[in-house]
């Protein structure tokens, strides 16, 4: 469409808007009206003749459809000319009496400008219209296919050449931004002419942007469509048809506006990228509600939802939908789900991060084209873990991927009131897996970090997380997954008809016989800060199919010195991140790559390279400039940074002014220096800052933007409406008419009034000078014409639209006796459910004064109007109550007099029973410094020019010596001045250039009584006391008496009273305060009898005063005189050595009781002596006073240690005593305190086998038998007998059951009382466990019968004997056994016989002995003796040693006795002589580990050691064991090696 504006001299000079000129359709058929005439319509005149026009139209076309389906052959051209004429418009007739003379036209024009109320309704019919006439062009393309299927034959014949001509040329275009424009134009000629489109003589080629433009051409119509137009777009296109016969141009010019004040992306550069094809759809999408301006936290699920209107609406074939962030396309996700359907477009977000925040649009196709939507989400730091830690960095992405390296990089977060950032740390996790682990082990500085040592072939996830100061911050969100390989870059992919491809690689062409490596190349470094240095390299052409590794050396400056850099490292990767280079110099680096023939030659040397920051953090931003966007927004712009490289983007901080806290307006960079900032407080003024953020971190603060106050940017107010007559004398008439709906930010300064005739086009003037109220009489017309007003509204920003034209009012006196319509209704103190309504009295007022007033009411939409009161109330204005909320309702006013009810006021508007939000209620109360009684209201939103109207019984309080106003800020208070009963009513309060805030308050007399009586107290005031007066006993017996008030000043005064008489501070007496903590104290040193009486307080601060007494006589004071007394003897005795803890007990967790007592005030001279019973006690380690405590273990606590226990402290100075007794309800604490540590560590009941019986045991850590303990058997408590015997150890406690039967079995427990619970353990003694117990019990008995009677010797033989050659050697020892034992002698392990040389004796079965005469060297040896009868024996080892005489003396080991070595019953010694086999070890009677206990009888499983001859000779093993053998019989303090059983 094309819009024009034209403006009036006298009140259009500042604002000027576009009106409708000509209005055309998307397939070139043009609307236009055809004479001028025709555009002086009313519009509902217009419509109608619109609406008429459409339905002929469509009846024509139809006709002419109906008519082509029946003929055969038609031309192509033809069915154009058709078509054409289908979609032109029929002519219209102008009436006679709309006729005007040609010099009326330039009236017409100005007027035609202005003319903007019916725009809307004629956009809207004229869609219709060309969507009808679109459906009706498609069917003549369908019917004309139709026949070509056919196969009609047609004859074409040759047209005559002819030059081309523009039969309908362009037109020119005014749109608003982001809007489309379609220029089209009809081409005629012969050929057929080729069109082409150009802008500023520049040629358009749809391909250079993509879904920017798009080129049609059908029925000889070429169009040319601009898509989402911009103000870069505006310029002059033109189209050029050129044919063989020649060319010709037709040229228009299409103008792109920007709206005032518009939205955020008006403002924001780089949306939405545009299509890159037109996408048919056959739906028509309109959207209902849409997502706005959106704030969400870190965590959190959020949904964007959008509601449409879709028609068809089909359930299987929903509209498709786009969504973007900022110029992305978004693809559903773990962090993104998206769904169409139902009505409504959603996207969610299951788990926001800052990586959410941006610019969000929703693309939907339609039959059109696509409808879209934006708005910016804004996604805040979730709580940091630690208080002050950063936020969580974002935008986590891995790049330069290859075997076992990848690049981390990332965005840093915003730092507004939190410790600067010192570095990053980066975490890696494989996938299906959940442990994180840490790359890096000190923070890195820098947003990036090279990664290596990943694992080829494995998928990985990374995260970050900042550092500062204060902690650590939440860890980003992770990465994408990605695989460490390597990069593919020797593939060839060679294409070949069909569905596969051929890829070839390098390395197979290559074959085995590479071996010798070629050197990498083009050596040079990626990444270079202050923290590492990157490597990168070319790997060599020729590798073969060998695994490949490199080697890196390094040199220092140009020297040829080279050191390998990674020795502990094995590099895969041609990338490499070397950390530890020093910061002032330079290197070079070559790469040696390696494989198992070999290594290659170096590489060429590197470029030197040194470790710096080539950048650094960017300089602050330039000048900020904030502006007015919306009432919670606000337009920020800056100039760039001097140097802007590698910006990542900008944060943008405000501050309200008067606060230091700075909030972060961003929480994602933002990439242009363009920020619409969202979420600001309606009436705050606010500062801005910015800075610009890259990979090495945040800049400087910018410089402060100068205060904003945050209100809707200035603009023309909009129309005014409601134009209505409130009287009229037959030559004048007053009119009234409603402010504009949009005032444009400002105050409106001025209304300007125009008039005309009815049936007239000429707009006049009222006056020359603007009104300015809302009430205006209009003078000097004519009796009996009908008049149309008009109004337009200005204000600072300019002047407005003119309202739409009133009614046509009658200039006739008005003489009905009943008033006028009221008017200017307005709606206040809107809530859930009431509302008051106000209203100005009629201007006429009829023939008798005005009584009263009716109010009627009726819901939006409904004509039955409610009369709301029944009486007619004389005031103007109602509160009305039960409304339902949410719904919406209309009223009307009727004035009364003594005729009746007058005219009804003109419906008022709709209102909604609906709080606005964040609405406050007026407070009463009253100043604590003044005492004065107020009313305060606090706004919830406020303009730059909003005022405060306070009103009683609503009319406003104007000057007035009762009450004052006082406005700061948003808050407004009333201030009475001596208030009483003439104040009570009802106030209210109304706040200007907002959107209806108010409210109202009734003061009540109840409420009034209560106020007067705070309002006394505060202008009579009280020193408010927290504590009354007191008294406490101090330290040297002293005595104080205080009292604490809430708030004390510097200048208040006091004075303490007792008995009468004022007390002063001075000897005996200190009296002192402290104004801060609001103590006031006097303290008596000594305090006696004398001071017995009455003590007061009396406070003086400022005009308010209070006192306190305090009546210390009788037993009070006698209580009070008795712990001063004691107190004073305690500061005595302190003076010296002194207990600051007496004795007392508590016990170790081993069970020994500790007398402790701490001492105070000693030195080295000080002694300190216990004493039990009054017998001093000696500890191995004398008590050290200077330690401060002194102790006394008690272990192995029982009865014999009670008494009474005494501490003696003493030196020069004097002595202390403490004195402790434990006996009686003492001595049961400690016992009962050791039964608790006792019973706690108590284990399970454990079972014993011995020979007398089956013994329980309950081992613990120590067991005494004044512990209360308790055994039973079966929940019988057992007492100890014969049969059930009952004892303990210090180590645990036990239960014996001698000689078992089955009685006994059955389930026991035991019970320790520790005097507050009891600790149980039990056992079940029954089943297959009293079995084993039993046939255990049985078998020690019989091994302890037989242990007990077994042969042994008693004693008598040495263990090493040294004889002279030629004496005589007797060898003599006692023996015993039940039976009598059986005696065999031994030497070097052949059995001894008795004869002339060897004497054996064995005499009363007790004394054996072996007597060797007339020793020889040939005796010497290792003799032993057998002691054995039924239930066993044993072996003692005798060594003899002869030595010739003249030799010297071998040194035995006297005073050794042989050692005797039992042996069981079964091993006995051969009867006979026999020589043993060489080779045959001695036999060890040593229990196979799975005996439970020895017994005479040897298991199966163990051989005997004379087994039974298997031939005449045979070679038993020796009978003799070796001396290190142990009796397989335990001795009886052992153990039975049966394993205990719980």
């Given at each position: 469409?094309?819009?024009?504006?034209?403006?009036?001299?006298?009140?259009?000079?500042?604002?000027?808007?576009?009106?409708?000129?000509?209005?055309?359709?998307?397939?070139?058929?043009?609307?236009?009206?055809?004479?001028?005439?025709?555009?002086?319509?009313?519009?509902?005149?217009?419509?109608?003749?619109?609406?008429?026009?459409?339905?002929?139209?469509?009846?024509?076309?139809?006709?002419?459809?109906?008519?082509?389906?029946?003929?055969?052959?038609?031309?192509?051209?033809?069915?154009?000319?058709?078509?054409?004429?289908?979609?032109?418009?029929?002519?219209?007739?102008?009436?006679?009496?709309?006729?005007?003379?040609?010099?009326?036209?330039?009236?017409?024009?100005?007027?035609?400008?202005?003319?903007?109320?019916?725009?809307?309704?004629?956009?809207?019919?004229?869609?219709?219209?060309?969507?009808?006439?679109?459906?009706?062009?498609?069917?003549?393309?369908?019917?004309?296919?139709?026949?070509?299927?056919?196969?009609?034959?047609?004859?074409?014949?040759?047209?005559?050449?002819?030059?081309?001509?523009?039969?309908?040329?362009?037109?020119?275009?005014?749109?608003?931004?982001?809007?489309?424009?379609?220029?089209?134009?009809?081409?005629?000629?012969?050929?057929?002419?080729?069109?082409?489109?150009?802008?500023?003589?520049?040629?358009?080629?749809?391909?250079?942007?993509?879904?920017?433009?798009?080129?049609?051409?059908?029925?000889?119509?070429?169009?040319?469509?601009?898509?989402?137009?911009?103000?870069?777009?505006?310029?002059?296109?033109?189209?050029?048809?050129?044919?063989?016969?020649?060319?010709?141009?037709?040229?228009?010019?299409?103008?792109?506006?920007?709206?005032?004040?518009?939205?955020?992306?008006?403002?924001?550069?780089?949306?939405?990228?545009?299509?890159?094809?037109?996408?048919?759809?056959?739906?028509?999408?309109?959207?209902?509600?849409?997502?706005?301006?959106?704030?969400?936290?870190?965590?959190?699920?959020?949904?964007?939802?959008?509601?449409?209107?879709?028609?068809?609406?089909?359930?299987?074939?929903?509209?498709?939908?786009?969504?973007?962030?900022?110029?992305?396309?978004?693809?559903?996700?773990?962090?993104?789900?998206?769904?169409?359907?139902?009505?409504?477009?959603?996207?969610?977000?299951?788990?926001?991060?800052?990586?959410?925040?941006?610019?969000?649009?929703?693309?939907?196709?339609?039959?059109?084209?696509?409808?879209?939507?934006?708005?910016?989400?804004?996604?805040?730091?979730?709580?940091?873990?630690?208080?002050?830690?950063?936020?969580?960095?974002?935008?986590?992405?891995?790049?330069?991927?290859?075997?076992?390296?990848?690049?981390?990089?990332?965005?840093?977060?915003?730092?507004?009131?939190?410790?600067?950032?010192?570095?990053?740390?980066?975490?890696?996790?494989?996938?299906?897996?959940?442990?994180?682990?840490?790359?890096?082990?000190?923070?890195?500085?820098?947003?990036?970090?090279?990664?290596?040592?990943?694992?080829?072939?494995?998928?990985?996830?990374?995260?970050?997380?900042?550092?500062?100061?204060?902690?650590?911050?939440?860890?980003?969100?992770?990465?994408?997954?990605?695989?460490?390989?390597?990069?593919?870059?020797?593939?060839?992919?060679?294409?070949?008809?069909?569905?596969?491809?051929?890829?070839?690689?390098?390395?197979?062409?290559?074959?085995?016989?590479?071996?010798?490596?070629?050197?990498?190349?083009?050596?040079?470094?990626?990444?270079?800060?202050?923290?590492?240095?990157?490597?990168?390299?070319?790997?060599?052409?020729?590798?073969?199919?060998?695994?490949?590794?490199?080697?890196?050396?390094?040199?220092?400056?140009?020297?040829?010195?080279?050191?390998?850099?990674?020795?502990?490292?094995?590099?895969?990767?041609?990338?490499?991140?070397?950390?530890?280079?020093?910061?002032?110099?330079?290197?070079?680096?070559?790469?040696?790559?390696?494989?198992?023939?070999?290594?290659?030659?170096?590489?060429?040397?590197?470029?030197?390279?040194?470790?710096?920051?080539?950048?650094?953090?960017?300089?602050?931003?330039?000048?900020?400039?904030?502006?007015?966007?919306?009432?919670?927004?606000?337009?920020?712009?800056?100039?760039?940074?001097?140097?802007?490289?590698?910006?990542?983007?900008?944060?943008?901080?405000?501050?309200?002014?008067?606060?230091?806290?700075?909030?972060?307006?961003?929480?994602?960079?933002?990439?242009?220096?363009?920020?619409?900032?969202?979420?600001?407080?309606?009436?705050?003024?606010?500062?801005?800052?910015?800075?610009?953020?890259?990979?090495?971190?945040?800049?400087?603060?910018?410089?402060?933007?100068?205060?904003?106050?945050?209100?809707?940017?200035?603009?023309?107010?909009?129309?005014?409406?409601?134009?209505?007559?409130?009287?009229?004398?037959?030559?004048?008439?007053?009119?009234?008419?409603?402010?504009?709906?949009?005032?444009?930010?400002?105050?409106?300064?001025?209304?300007?009034?125009?008039?005309?005739?009815?049936?007239?086009?000429?707009?006049?003037?009222?006056?020359?000078?603007?009104?300015?109220?809302?009430?205006?009489?209009?003078?000097?017309?004519?009796?009996?014409?009908?008049?149309?007003?008009?109004?337009?509204?200005?204000?600072?920003?300019?002047?407005?639209?003119?309202?739409?034209?009133?009614?046509?009012?009658?200039?006739?006196?008005?003489?009905?006796?009943?008033p006028g319509p009221t008017y200017d209704i307005s709606f206040w103190e809107v809530r859930d459910h009431s509302l008051l309504l106000q209203w100005r009295a009629p201007v006429y007022s009829?023939?008798?004064?005005?009584?009263?007033?009716?109010?009627?009411?009726?819901?939006?939409?409904?004509?039955?109007?409610?009369?709301?009161?029944?009486?007619?109330?004389?005031?103007?204005?109602?509160?009305?109550?039960?409304?339902?909320?949410?719904?919406?309702?209309?009223?009307?006013?009727?004035?009364?007099?003594?005729?009746?009810?007058?005219?009804?006021?003109?419906?008022?508007?709709?209102?909604?029973?609906?709080?606005?939000?964040?609405?406050?209620?007026?407070?009463?109360?009253?100043?604590?410094?003044?005492?004065?009684?107020?009313?305060?209201?606090?706004?919830?939103?406020?303009?730059?020019?909003?005022?405060?109207?306070?009103?009683?019984?609503?009319?406003?309080?104007t000057e007035s010596n009762r009450a004052s106003v006082s406005t700061v800020g948003r808050r407004s208070r009333l201030t009475f001045v001596n208030p009483d009963k003439e104040d009570l009513?009802?106030?209210?309060?109304?706040?200007?250039?907002?959107?209806?805030?108010?409210?109202?308050?009734?003061?009540?007399?109840?409420?009034?009584?209560?106020?007067?009586?705070?309002?006394?107290?505060?202008?009579?005031?009280?020193?408010?006391?927290?504590?009354?007066?007191?008294?406490?006993?101090?330290?040297?017996?002293?005595?104080?008496?205080?009292?604490?008030?809430?708030?004390?000043?510097?200048?208040?005064?006091?004075?303490?009273?007792?008995?009468?008489?004022?007390?002063?501070?001075?000897?005996?007496?200190?009296?002192?305060?402290?104004?801060?903590?609001?103590?006031?104290?006097?303290?008596?040193?000594?305090?006696?009898?004398?001071?017995?009486?009455?003590?007061?307080?009396?406070?003086?601060?400022?005009?308010?005063?209070?006192?306190?007494?305090?009546?210390?006589?009788?037993?009070?004071?006698?209580?009070?005189?008795?712990?001063?007394?004691?107190?004073?003897?305690?500061?005595?005795?302190?003076?010296?050595?002194?207990?600051?803890?007496?004795?007392?007990?508590?016990?170790?967790?081993?069970?020994?009781?500790?007398?402790?007592?701490?001492?105070?005030?000693?030195?080295?001279?000080?002694?300190?002596?216990?004493?039990?019973?009054?017998?001093?006690?000696?500890?191995?380690?004398?008590?050290?006073?200077?330690?401060?405590?002194?102790?006394?273990?008690?272990?192995?606590?029982?009865?014999?240690?009670?008494?009474?226990?005494?501490?003696?402290?003493?030196?020069?100075?004097?002595?202390?005593?403490?004195?402790?007794?434990?006996?009686?309800?003492?001595?049961?604490?400690?016992?009962?305190?050791?039964?608790?540590?006792?019973?706690?560590?108590?284990?399970?009941?454990?079972?014993?086998?011995?020979?007398?019986?089956?013994?329980?045991?309950?081992?613990?850590?120590?067991?005494?038998?004044?512990?209360?303990?308790?055994?039973?058997?079966?929940?019988?408590?057992?007492?100890?007998?014969?049969?059930?015997?009952?004892?303990?150890?210090?180590?645990?406690?036990?239960?014996?059951?001698?000689?078992?039967?089955?009685?006994?079995?059955?389930?026991?427990?035991?019970?320790?009382?520790?005097?507050?619970?009891?600790?149980?353990?039990?056992?079940?003694?029954?089943?297959?466990?009293?079995?084993?117990?039993?046939?255990?019990?049985?078998?020690?008995?019989?091994?302890?019968?037989?242990?007990?009677?077994?042969?042994?010797?008693?004693?008598?033989?040495?263990?090493?004997?040294?004889?002279?050659?030629?004496?005589?050697?007797?060898?003599?020892?006692?023996?015993?056994?039940?039976?009598?034992?059986?005696?065999?002698?031994?030497?070097?392990?052949?059995?001894?016989?008795?004869?002339?040389?060897?004497?054996?004796?064995?005499?009363?079965?007790?004394?054996?002995?072996?007597?060797?005469?007339?020793?020889?060297?040939?005796?010497?040896?290792?003799?032993?003796?057998?002691?054995?009868?039924?239930?066993?024996?044993?072996?003692?080892?005798?060594?003899?040693?002869?030595?010739?005489?003249?030799?010297p003396i071998p040194e035995p080991k006297l005073g050794q006795m042989a050692r005797p070595t039992p042996i069981p019953a079964s091993q006995a010694p051969p009867s006979k002589p026999q020589?043993?086999?060489?080779?045959?070890?001695?036999?060890?009677?040593?229990?196979?580990?799975?005996?439970?206990?020895?017994?005479?009888?040897?298991?199966?499983?163990?051989?005997?050691?004379?087994?039974?001859?298997?031939?005449?000779?045979?070679?038993?093993?020796?009978?003799?064991?070796?001396?290190?053998?142990?009796?397989?019989?335990?001795?009886?303090?052992?153990?039975?090696?049966?394993?205990?059983?719980?």
């Open positions: 469409m094309s819009l024009k504006t034209e403006q009036e001299p006298s009140k259009c000079s500042l604002a000027g808007l576009p009106t409708l000129n000509a209005v055309h359709f998307s397939w070139g058929v043009f609307l236009s009206f055809p004479t001028m005439p025709t555009r002086a319509m009313p519009v509902y005149q217009q419509t109608q003749k619109q609406v008429s026009q459409e339905y002929h139209s469509s009846k024509h076309v139809t006709q002419q459809i109906s008519s082509r389906k029946s003929s055969s052959v038609k031309s192509v051209k033809k069915e154009q000319v058709e078509a054409t004429q289908a979609m032109a418009e029929p002519a219209y007739k102008v009436p006679a009496f709309r006729e005007r003379e040609p010099e009326g036209m330039q009236e017409y024009q100005r007027m035609a400008a202005h003319f903007g109320r019916g725009l809307s309704t004629m956009q809207q019919e004229l869609h219709r219209m060309r969507v009808a006439t679109h459906e009706q062009v498609e069917n003549i393309e369908i019917a004309r296919e139709v026949r070509e299927r056919m196969s009609v034959r047609r004859e074409y014949h040759a047209d005559t050449p002819k030059a081309p001509d523009f039969l309908v040329g362009l037109r020119s275009h005014t749109v608003w931004e982001k809007t489309p424009v379609k220029l089209f134009c009809t081409v005629a000629g012969s050929p057929t002419p080729i069109v082409k489109w150009y802008k500023n003589n520049v040629p358009i080629d749809p391909l250079n942007a993509p879904g920017k433009y798009k080129i049609e051409k059908k029925y000889g119509v070429h169009g040319l469509i601009i898509s989402r137009c911009s103000v870069a777009d505006s310029g002059v296109y033109s189209a050029v048809a050129t044919n063989p016969e020649g060319k010709v141009t037709s040229k228009a010019t299409v103008c792109v506006r920007r709206p005032a004040g518009a939205a955020e992306s008006a403002h924001l550069p780089g949306q939405v990228p545009l299509l890159s094809g037109i996408h048919r759809s056959k739906l028509e999408v309109t959207f209902l509600d849409r997502f706005g301006v959106t704030f969400g936290t870190e965590g959190e699920s959020l949904t964007l939802v959008a509601t449409m209107v879709v028609v068809p609406d089909l359930p299987n074939l929903p509209p498709e939908a786009l969504w973007y962030r900022d110029d992305t396309l978004l693809k559903p996700s773990r962090w993104v789900e998206m769904s169409v359907g139902g009505g409504a477009a959603k996207l969610t977000f299951p788990h926001l991060n800052k990586d959410d925040e941006g610019l969000y649009t929703l693309r939907i196709w339609t039959k059109d084209g696509t409808t879209e939507h934006s708005a910016y989400l804004f996604v805040k730091d979730a709580a940091p873990s630690v208080v002050g830690a950063p936020g969580a960095p974002m935008d986590v992405t891995v790049s330069d991927v290859n075997k076992d390296y990848v690049l981390v990089s990332w965005k840093p977060p915003n730092t507004t009131n939190e410790p600067l950032i010192t570095g990053y740390f980066v975490d890696r996790r494989k996938s299906g897996t959940k442990d994180w682990v840490q790359c890096n082990s000190s923070p890195v500085k820098v947003c990036k970090l090279p990664v290596d040592g990943l694992t080829e072939g494995a998928s990985y996830h990374f995260r970050v997380r900042a550092v500062n100061s204060a902690g650590i911050s939440l860890p980003s969100r992770m990465s994408s997954g990605v695989t460490a390989a390597e990069v593919e870059s020797d593939v060839e992919v060679i294409k070949i008809e069909g569905k596969y491809d051929i890829v070839v690689r390098q390395e197979e062409l290559q074959g085995v016989y590479v071996t010798l490596l070629e050197p990498p190349t083009e050596v040079h470094a990626t990444e270079i800060n202050r923290t590492y240095v990157v490597l990168s390299w070319k790997p060599p052409s020729l590798r073969g199919r060998a695994p490949l590794w490199y080697l890196i050396e390094k040199s220092e400056g140009n020297s040829n010195l080279w050191q390998r850099v990674n020795t502990g490292v094995q590099i895969r990767s041609p990338r490499y991140a070397i950390y530890d280079l020093d910061d002032k110099k330079a290197y070079r680096f070559r790469i040696i790559a390696v494989n198992k023939y070999g290594p290659s030659e170096p590489s060429e040397p590197s470029d030197l390279i040194q470790k710096v920051d080539p950048h650094g953090v960017p300089s602050a931003p330039g000048q900020v400039i904030a502006s007015r966007n919306t009432k919670t927004s606000a337009f920020v712009q800056w100039d760039p940074p001097k140097n802007p490289i590698n910006l990542m983007g900008y944060y943008v901080d405000c501050c309200a002014v008067g606060s230091k806290a700075w909030t972060p307006c961003n929480h994602r960079p933002y990439k242009h220096t363009r920020f619409v900032v969202h979420g600001l407080t309606p009436g705050e003024t606010y500062i801005f800052r910015v800075q610009a953020v890259n990979a090495y971190g945040l800049s400087e603060e910018s410089q402060e933007s100068a205060p904003l106050f945050i209100d809707a940017a200035l603009t023309a107010p909009s129309a005014p409406y409601g134009i209505t007559l409130l009287s009229c004398d037959g030559s004048s008439v007053t009119l009234a008419w409603k402010r504009p709906k949009n005032t444009g930010g400002t105050r409106i300064t001025s209304y300007y009034v125009d008039k005309r005739e009815a049936g007239s086009l000429n707009w006049k003037e009222v006056s020359q000078s603007p009104a300015t109220s809302r009430v205006y009489k209009v003078e000097n017309l004519t009796a009996g014409v009908f008049y149309e007003f008009k109004v337009q509204a200005g204000n600072l920003a300019g002047v407005g639209l003119p309202s739409e034209p009133s009614k046509a009012f009658a200039c006739e006196e008005w003489t009905m006796p009943e009829g023939a008798s004064p005005v009584t009263g007033y009716f109010v009627e009411m009726a819901k939006k939409g409904s004509s039955d109007f409610v009369t709301v009161n029944a009486e007619p109330v004389k005031h103007r204005y109602l509160k009305i109550n039960g409304l339902e909320t949410g719904a919406w309702y209309v009223f009307k006013v009727r004035a009364v007099n003594v005729a009746g009810k007058g005219k009804a006021s003109d419906v008022s508007d709709a209102v909604c029973a609906k709080a606005l939000p964040g609405i406050k209620e007026i407070e009463c109360g009253v100043d604590e410094e003044t005492g004065d009684m107020f009313l305060s209201f606090e706004a919830s939103e406020i303009s730059e020019h909003s005022k405060f109207t306070w009103s009683k019984s609503y009319k406003e309080i009513g009802i106030y209210s309060v109304a706040v200007s250039d907002t959107d209806g805030v108010s409210s109202s308050h009734t003061i009540t007399e109840e409420e009034l009584n209560k106020v007067l009586e705070l309002s006394y107290n505060i202008r009579h005031p009280i020193v408010p006391l927290k504590t009354e007066l007191n008294y406490e006993v101090l330290e040297k017996g002293h005595v104080r008496f205080w009292l604490q008030v809430q708030k004390m000043s510097s200048a208040a005064s006091y004075r303490f009273i007792v008995n009468d008489k004022e007390v002063t501070s001075g000897e005996g007496h200190k009296i002192s305060h402290d104004a801060s903590t609001g103590l006031i104290q006097m303290t008596i040193e000594h305090f006696t009898r004398a001071n017995e009486g009455t003590y007061t307080l009396q406070i003086h601060d400022g005009k308010a005063k209070n006192q306190s007494s305090l009546v210390l006589v009788g037993d009070v004071f006698k209580a009070a005189l008795k712990e001063a007394e004691f107190q004073r003897k305690e500061h005595i005795r302190k003076q010296g050595p002194h207990f600051s803890e007496y004795l007392t007990f508590h016990v170790n967790d081993d069970c020994t009781v500790m007398l402790v007592c701490k001492l105070a005030n000693v030195k080295k001279e000080t002694t300190f002596v216990w004493f039990k019973d009054d017998e001093e006690i000696t500890l191995d380690v004398a008590p050290n006073p200077m330690s401060g405590t002194c102790a006394l273990p008690i272990p192995l606590f029982s009865r014999k240690d009670q008494g009474v226990y005494k501490a003696v402290l003493g030196d020069d100075r004097g002595k202390d005593t403490s004195v402790y007794d434990i006996s009686g309800q003492v001595f049961e604490d400690i016992v009962n305190a050791i039964a608790h540590i006792a019973g706690s560590s108590a284990s399970e009941l454990m079972l014993q086998c011995t020979p007398e019986g089956i013994r329980l045991q309950c081992y613990m850590k120590y067991y005494t038998e004044e512990m209360k303990t308790s055994w039973f058997h079966k929940e019988s408590k057992i007492a100890s007998s014969e049969k059930m015997r009952i004892g303990g150890t210090s180590e645990m406690a036990w239960m014996q059951i001698c000689e078992p039967t089955d009685k006994e079995k059955g389930h026991y427990s035991i019970e320790i009382h520790d005097g507050k619970t009891s600790h149980t353990r039990s056992f079940d003694l029954s089943g297959q466990a009293y079995n084993d117990a039993y046939a255990e019990f049985q078998r020690l008995k019989a091994a302890a019968f037989a242990e007990k009677n077994r042969g042994r010797v008693v004693g008598g033989l040495p263990d090493v004997v040294t004889i002279m050659e030629y004496k005589t050697l007797s060898l003599t020892c006692t023996v015993w056994g039940d039976p009598k034992p059986e005696v065999t002698w031994f030497k070097n392990e052949q059995e001894v016989l008795s004869d002339d040389h060897n004497q054996i004796s064995f005499e009363s079965g007790k004394f054996a002995s072996l007597t060797i005469k007339n020793v020889t060297v040939e005796d010497s040896g290792k003799y032993s003796i057998n002691v054995r009868n039924k239930y066993g024996g044993e072996f003692v080892e005798i060594t003899v040693s002869v030595y010739k005489q003249g030799e020589t043993p086999a060489p080779s045959v070890k001695a036999p060890t009677a040593a229990p196979s580990p799975s005996l439970k206990s020895p017994t005479p009888t040897p298991p199966p499983s163990v051989k005997s050691p004379t087994p039974a001859p298997k031939s005449p000779t045979p070679a038993p093993k020796s009978p003799t064991p070796p001396r290190s053998a142990k009796s397989p019989t335990p001795p009886r303090f052992m153990r039975s090696p049966t394993p205990t059983k719980k």
